[in-house]
Nanobody, 126 residues
Framework: QVQLVESGGGLVQAGGSLRLSCTAS????????MAWFRQAPGKERDFVAA????????VYADSVKGRSTISRDNAKNTAYLQMSSVKPEDTAVYYC???????????????????WGQGTQVTVSS
């Protein structure tokens, strides 16, 4: 049974930083590209960032580019999202996702992902 468990969410002040983790079990982690999406209240789930199986390549949404880093540690079965200079508009539930076969340039397509976590709430106060 595959599980993706996000952690690290909470309340952050605007201008601060956050680090989210996604720990996977029940799959061979290094065989999966990983991604982060987020969903604000009343809005669709939006792409944030994706990383290849080896961690050698990543893509980012324009809204977070330059202030976010997606990374992974295949030895720990964990993916990370580091975000700095957070803004109130970053407030959302953040989800991690895993894709067995992904062309990273298509990383923003939710349909490419096989497994999803339950999400972790991030609230940015102004």
């Amino acid at each position: 049974q595959v599980q993706l468990v996000e952690s690290g969410g909470g309340l952050v002040q605007a201008g601060g930083s956050l680090r989210l983790s996604c720990t996977a079990s029940g799959l061979t982690f290094s065989n999966y590209a990983m991604a982060w999406f987020r969903q604000a209240p009343g809005k669709e789930r939006d792409f944030v960032a994706a990383i290849t199986r080896s961690g050698g390549n990543a893509v980012y949404a324009d809204s977070v580019k330059g202030r976010s880093t997606i990374s992974r540690d295949n030895a720990k079965n964990t993916a990370y999202l580091q975000m700095s200079s957070v803004k109130p508009e970053d407030t959302a539930v953040y989800y991690c996702a895993a894709a067995r076969w992904l062309v990273v340039s298509k990383g923003a397509n939710k349909d490419e992902y096989d497994y999803w976590g339950q999400g972790t709430q991030v609230t940015v106060s102004s």
